[in-house]
């Protein structure tokens, strides 16, 4: 096996389970490497530190197991099994909810891994190139590992480097093929566009959020924005909300979120969706919500976009504040990973600032169950959200 040795004084993070090596600590290679090649990490002392998956770019090398382990059969079976149980025994997988995420990358030990299972279909996601290597093994296992999946789909073409040497990136798919969409959460149902919508085709991060949405919408005029296929609107019917407004600039999002209301309450719903750029339709809201829900997407894919992103939150918010009636209730977000759980709290603060009005938080929000973050890993902690009530 291939063995990359780090520089004097570079192990440090790999002794504390971070799971990255970076191209700089990099002292030389031993042996000819791949692009997705599994390969042994060496301290300089020749220590052995770990085992992974190697890549071109910053992110040399991401470790699959800190101990000389073989990334067999074996591997793949008890990295997801261990997923599965642990979903499990937290209660995520019943009769009415069939949708959760079983890979979480780094916080099921499985960097540049993510796999969603909907119904009887999981959709995989790979975001390194030693994952696409290895992606019909890891196809079969789950469907050895998860007795209710029988369909697996690959949808990978999106999140593989661009620029690496990888001959079929075609997004297909590798065992099955379902004849529904439908998946359940928390009881509702819901189109799931897994083939042509943007990630697996949910948002699954957002269950839990959705469910707390849901125990705040009797009674209230709601507006949900960047609606993509409806999540939150139809938990707010559910909830009891008196009229439900949904907005996304996509048509194609937005035809799913009528289908997806029609799914679980027919025609007599008191909603309707719009086809409309965000900040255009907030521009004058004034007094016609009293919930209004922000789930924009990632402003910010990197460090060098944190700056404009931390203005778009702030823009954003600020907008809503202004707007939103009096003992209104805004539930905000972000999700992307550059911006920290304090920079996105300070944008926000500083868009209520600007509106004049007193804020309150009531609940301080993030990733779910099946989202974990590998406590040596706080990069992989993504989704802040905060409910506010606006006097």
């Known amino acids: 096996?291939?063995?990359?040795?780090?520089?004097?004084?570079?192990?440090?993070?790999?002794?504390?389970?971070?799971?990255?090596?970076?191209?700089?600590?990099?002292?030389h290679i031993d042996g000819a490497v791949q692009e997705g090649q599994v390969v042994q990490v060496l301290a300089?002392?020749?220590?052995?530190?770990?085992v992974g998956h190697y890549q071109i770019g910053s992110i040399a090398v991401r470790i699959l197991s800190f101990e000389d382990e073989q990334i067999d059969a074996s591997f793949w079976s008890a990295r997801i099994s261990e997923a599965y149980r642990m979903r499990r025994q937290i209660g995520l997988?019943?009769?009415?909810?069939?949708?959760?995420?079983?890979?979480?990358?780094?916080?099921?030990?499985?960097?540049?891994?993510?796999?969603?299972?909907?119904?009887?279909?999981?959709?995989?996601?790979?975001?390194?190139?030693?994952?696409?290597?290895?992606?019909?093994?890891?196809?079969?296992?789950?469907?050895?590992?998860?007795?209710?999946?029988?369909?697996?789909?690959?949808?990978?073409?999106?999140?593989?480097?661009?620029?690496?040497?990888?001959?079929?990136?075609?997004?297909?798919?590798?065992?099955g093929q379902p004849t529904s969409c439908l998946a359940t959460e928390n009881g509702l149902k819901f189109h799931i566009d897994w083939l042509r919508g943007q990630k697996t085709g949910f948002f699954v991060d957002q269950r839990e959020n959705r469910s707390?949405?849901?125990?705040?919408?009797?009674?209230?005029?709601?507006?949900?924005?960047?609606?993509?296929?409806?999540?939150?609107s139809v938990y707010a019917l559910r909830g009891g909300a008196r009229l439900v407004h949904s907005v996304d600039s996509s048509a194609k999002a937005v035809e799913y979120v009528h289908r997806n209301v029609m799914l679980n309450f027919g025609n007599d719903a008191p909603h309707e969706a719009f086809a409309q750029d965000a900040f255009d339709f907030l521009s004058d809201i004034k007094n016609k919500y009293d919930l209004i829900i922000l789930d924009p997407p990632a402003f910010a894919k990197h460090?060098?976009?944190?700056?404009?992103?931390?203005?778009?939150?702030?823009?954003l918010n600020a907008r809503a504040f202004e707007q939103i009636r009096p003992g209104g209730v805004l539930f905000t977000f972000s999700c992307s990973q550059a911006v920290d759980r304090e920079m996105f709290r300070l944008a926000v603060f500083s868009a209520a600032s600007m509106s004049g009005r007193r804020v309150r938080i009531l609940h301080q929000l993030t990733q779910p169950q099946d989202h974990p973050v590998n406590i040596y890993h706080p990069e992989g902690e993504y989704l802040k959200g905060l409910v506010l009530q606006v006097e």
């Open 1 to 27: 096996m291939t063995q990359i040795y780090l520089k004097p004084k570079k192990e440090e993070s790999l002794l504390r389970q971070h799971p990255w090596v970076f191209s700089g600590a990099i002292h």
């Open 44 to 50: 300089s002392d020749g220590t052995l530190l770990g």
């Open 93 to 175: 997988i019943r009769t009415d909810n069939d949708t959760y995420r079983l890979i979480h990358g780094e916080g099921d030990f499985l960097p540049g891994l993510v796999v969603d299972v909907y119904a009887d279909t999981a959709v995989i996601q790979a975001h390194s190139v030693g994952m696409h290597l290895v992606r019909h093994t890891i196809a079969q296992t789950i469907i050895e590992c998860v007795p209710e999946v029988h369909n697996i789909y690959y949808k990978s073409d999106g999140t593989l480097p661009h620029k690496a040497p990888i001959d079929d990136r075609t997004d297909q798919y590798l065992i």
């Open 212 to 232: 707390l949405l849901e125990h705040y919408a009797a009674g209230r005029d709601v507006l949900n924005m960047f609606c993509y296929t409806g999540g939150f």
């Open 303 to 315: 460090r060098d976009a944190v700056r404009n992103a931390l203005q778009g939150y702030k823009r």
